[in-house]
């Protein structure tokens, strides 16, 4: 066989190896998704059982948005035009396979000084002490980029050894080209971490963009 015929054979079974990938993804979310808790204290956190993916990032990226829209549901997770909406840590199972975890966000400029400091002590104590946590997401607003606040976070999660990626949000409101550069950016950005996810994921939870790539991922991480 030539070089040429291997890679064609190779490339199909790629294809193929991803399409099952993201059909089972399609079949996970498409079972039931119930609200199990949430937690303002770290003692009323659930009990760890199972494993976990979290979605974190700035107040108003689309933490919610995007589980609603991996999940097919309008307001599984509460969703605001308000930024700082989410103030707990709300936990959602899925098919008993796998938590979602929305997390509240940070960097909004109005919360006190006291709703960071509520922020930063459960929030970490949950990234530090979650053992089945799989995955955290870091969403970035594409208009935005990474931002100081983003890279603090990212330093968090080196230092607890927490595994995460970056996730791209809001990809509709930009064209094509700005697409393009935020995406060059935010791969260098995240490159620089060990614990990062080597590549991104680009979302639009409003056109449905990414949202099949980031539920086979999930899957690849849930219970059998
Ligand atoms: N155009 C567009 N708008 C989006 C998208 N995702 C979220 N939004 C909008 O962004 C706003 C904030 O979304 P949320 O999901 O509430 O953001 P959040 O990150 O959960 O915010 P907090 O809970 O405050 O931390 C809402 O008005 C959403 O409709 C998207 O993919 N495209
Ligand atoms: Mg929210």
């Known amino acids: ?27 996970l979310f498409a ?3 119930d609200f199990i808790a949430a937690s303002t204290t770290i003692e009323s956190l659930p009990p760890m059982d199972g494993p ?3 979605f974190a990032g700035r107040s108003n990226v689309g933490k919610s948005t995007l589980i609603n829209a991996l999940t097919n549901r309008r307001a599984l997770a509460r969703t ?3 930024p700082g909406r989410t103030k707990q840590l709300n936990f959602f199972d899925l098919d008993h396979r796998m938590r979602l975890v929305d ?3 940070y960097g909004y400029a109005k919360a006190s000084k006291t709703d960071i400091r509520a922020w930063t002590s459960l929030t970490l104590a949950f990234l530090k002490g979650r053992q089945t946590l799989m ?14 606040a983003d890279r603090e976070i990212m ?21 094509e080209k700005e697409r393009q550069q935020v995406i060059a950016r935010s791969e260098k950005e995240a490159a620089k971490h060990v614990a990062a996810w ?9 056109k449905g963009w990414g949202i099949p790539e980031l539920r086979a991922h999930i899957t690849d991480l849930a219970r059998d």
């Not at 070089?3 to 079949?27: M, T, W």
């Not at 080597?198 to 409003?206: K, L, R, V």
């Open 1 to 27: 066989m030539t070089d040429v015929e291997q890679d064609g054979d190779l490339g199909e079974d790629a294809e193929q190896i991803e399409a099952e990938r993201i059909e089972a993804g399609r079949k």
């Open 31 to 33: 079972k039931s998704c």
């Open 52 to 54: 976990e993916v979290a």
């Open 80 to 82: 605001s035009q308000t």
């Open 103 to 105: 997390l509240p966000g």
């Open 135 to 148: 995955r955290a997401f870091l969403l970035i607003d594409s208009r935005r980029g990474v931002g100081d």
């Open 155 to 175: 330093k968090i999660f080196d230092d607890s050894a927490v595994s995460w990626a970056l996730v791209l949000t809001k990809m509709d409101k930009l064209k």
């Open 198 to 206: 080597p590549g991104i994921f680009t979302t639009s939870s409003e």
